[in-house]
């Protein structure tokens, strides 16, 4: 069980391009290549699927269930070809109490790891700094390094002659690329959907990495050991419990943030799946028995949202007959009475539950929390879950509370969310039942 994990000593590194690029890399060579992102990520996972051509999964070393991370992995990994994993943040980086960084899932999943160096600053300290992290864990080597934003060549030879006593394979040597900056917002990346030239980009970075890499020994990594083989199935570890046998999903820009192995497994435990797109106006399945309305950017299209009338009504109608409905983070803000947008402009949104929320006055809420449900929401527990928003609560309740929740060192962060009937939601992303 390999595969190849691109990371870096911490974020900004540019191992997102560098990912792109060799995932597109390796497709234009003929490797049939797969990809997965460590961590709670919903945005680069659909980079990935743009430049690979295939799904990508993600793989949470502290909020999954290890026999599910395996079951993921090996199901990508059973084609035989490449296998690809994206870290998240720095390579020792994970959750408040240390648990659940990339070098985790490494270790976990016998990926061979290949550290992608931010030179832009320095020479011959970069030595001490990949010694440092070569030597760290005598579970994790490092197999090699892409060094990247080299400035010259002149740069370059002061690099390699400051690493050559530690015999790590230089793999790739990368110059400084203006043109290749993926454009951020506050939540990350701007979604894949909404560059009009992201093949373009993909394409350029695949020439940067043919140019600067060792292509032939990056493929060999993350092929090695991946013949085809009978993997375990993420469908035999048992999935969180669908919100109902016939679930209408929100997808679009405004409800884009839905983790694939959640869908996959409540397709598994035989519920059926609708998609409709609140901001082309559409309404839930009138069949639908549950609705699910998950994150994304309902900020960046509250004036859409609030003029969808046949979205309102038919959600709203749906609340009426009993259909279980479901909000995280964005899907929540929507289900309240309004949501105030960065401009300071107030927008009536579903007025399903008594909440009021703004991006007036941003302040970020980030980490990993674990969650006790309460009453008779529609999760069963124990769960863990991520939180990543800026969104201030103006007012919301009275109501009953979803969750318990604690932050990952097990602070308690007292009661989430709130459930009115058959309505429920939180600014919590649920991802896996407790390990």
């Not at 994993?85 to 790891?113: H, I, K, R, Y």
């Not at 009937?421 to 600014?427: A, E, I, L, R």
Request: with cysteine; charged share 20%.
């Amino acid at each position: 069980m390999t595969g190849l994990l691109i990371a870096a000593p911490h974020s900004g590194a540019g191992k997102t391009t560098v990912t792109l690029g060799l995932l597109r890399a390796l497709r234009r060579s003929g490797v049939a290549v797969r990809s997965a992102k460590a961590g709670p990520d919903y945005i680069d996972p659909t980079f990935h699927a743009a430049a690979s051509g295939g799904p990508c999964v993600n793989l949470d070393p502290w909020a999954m269930r290890p026999a599910l991370i395996a079951g993921l992995a090996g199901e990508a990994r059973q084609q035989g070809g490449a296998f690809v994993v994206e870290a998240m943040m720095g390579l020792f980086d994970g959750a408040a109490d240390g648990s659940g960084s990339a070098a985790d899932l490494a270790s976990m999943l016998d990926l061979t790891v290949v550290l992608v160096v931010d030179c832009a600053r320095q020479s011959h300290s970069v030595a001490a700094l990949v010694r440092g992290f070569a030597t760290h864990r005598a579970d994790v080597a490092i197999a090699g390094l892409i060094l990247n934003r080299v400035g010259s060549d002149q740069h370059e030879s002061l690099l390699r002659e400051a690493l050559a006593p530690l015999a790590i394979p230089v793999l790739g040597v990368l110059p400084r690329q203006p043109d290749l900056a993926l454009p951020e917002r506050h939540l990350g990346l701007v979604q894949a959907g909404e560059h009009s030239d992201l093949e373009a980009f993909i394409e350029r970075a695949a020439d940067w990495i043919e140019e600067g890499c060792d292509l032939p020994a990056l493929t060999a990594l993350a092929s090695a050991g991946l013949e085809p083989m009978a993997a375990a199935s993420p469908g035999s570890v048992a999935p969180l419990a669908p919100l109902g046998r016939t679930i209408a999903v929100a997808r679009d820009d405004a409800f884009a943030f839905a983790y694939p192995h959640l869908l996959a497994g409540w397709r598994e435990a035989d519920a059926a799946l609708s998609y409709f797109s609140p901001l082309a106006d559409e309404a839930p399945d009138t069949a639908a028995d549950a609705i699910y309305l998950p994150g994304g950017y309902p900020e960046l299209h509250a004036g859409r949202l609030a003029a969808a009338s046949a979205f309102l009504a038919g959600t709203r109608a749906a609340a009426e007959r009993g259909a279980l409905i479901y909000g995280e983070c964005g899907g929540y803000m929507v289900l309240g009475d309004t949501l105030t947008d960065a401009d300071g402009m107030s927008h009536p949104m579903l007025g399903l539950l008594p909440l009021e929320t703004s991006f007036a006055r941003r302040k970020l809420h980030l980490g990993y929390r674990r969650l006790t449900p309460l009453g008779d929401g529609p999760w069963s527990g124990p769960l863990r879950a991520h939180e990543f928003h800026y969104a201030s609560i103006v007012s919301e309740g009275p109501g009953e509370a979803l969750f318990l929740a604690s932050d990952a060192r097990g602070a308690d962060l007292g009661h989430h969310g709130l459930r009115r009937g058959n309505v429920s939601g939180s600014f919590l992303h649920v991802i896996d039942r407790e390990p």
